[in-house]
Each structure stands twice: as C-alpha cells, then as structure tokens.
C-alpha cells in the first residue's frame, strides 16, 4: 500500500511543527477531494452542517458544498468555529 504525507492542521493556512501523518493515498486524495484545506475543527463543522442540508434538501451541488467549505473557512456560516468563540477571543485580520 501506498502512503502520502498529511499535514493534520493544513500547512497553506497555519505553520505548526509535528503536524504530518502518513494516509493511505486514495484515502488521502479523497480527504482532500472532500474536506479541502479546513483545519480538523472547521472539518467537523462542514460535516455538521453538510448533514444538517442532506436532511432538509434532495440535492445539494457541487457549487454549495464548495461554499459551504469556503463560508466555514472565512466564518459566514452559523456553525463556524470563530462565531462560537466570540467574546472569549477576537481574531484580528490582516
Ligand atoms: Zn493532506
């Protein structure tokens, strides 16, 4: 079997040493073809809310899972990590 390097928490987004496990490579081309780059915390969120809309739609494109990725990522959705943290800790951007 053939193993690829992941970086857990995703290295185009935050640099964190001790971050790389080895996947099975068709299980991580799927990982990524499905989560993208959301960090481990905003991945159980896009499933939440993923399984949240498969209750409530019969379909959901391709163009919705995609920004429903990009909105947990940039904190448009209600189940985004950030929105839960406001008051304890306000990130600033740049
Ligand atoms: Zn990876």
Known sequence: ??????????????????????????????????????????????????????HKKRIITKGEIQELREGIKEGRNETEPQKRTKGKHQPTRS
């Open 1 to 54: 079997m053939n193993y690829s390097r992941h970086h857990v928490t995703p290295r185009s987004r935050i640099r964190k040493s001790k971050n790389t496990v080895l996947l099975p490579e068709k299980f991580h081309d799927s990982w990524h073809y499905i989560f993208g780059d959301l960090t481990p915390i905003e991945t159980i969120f896009f499933l939440k809310e993923l399984n949240a809309r498969m």
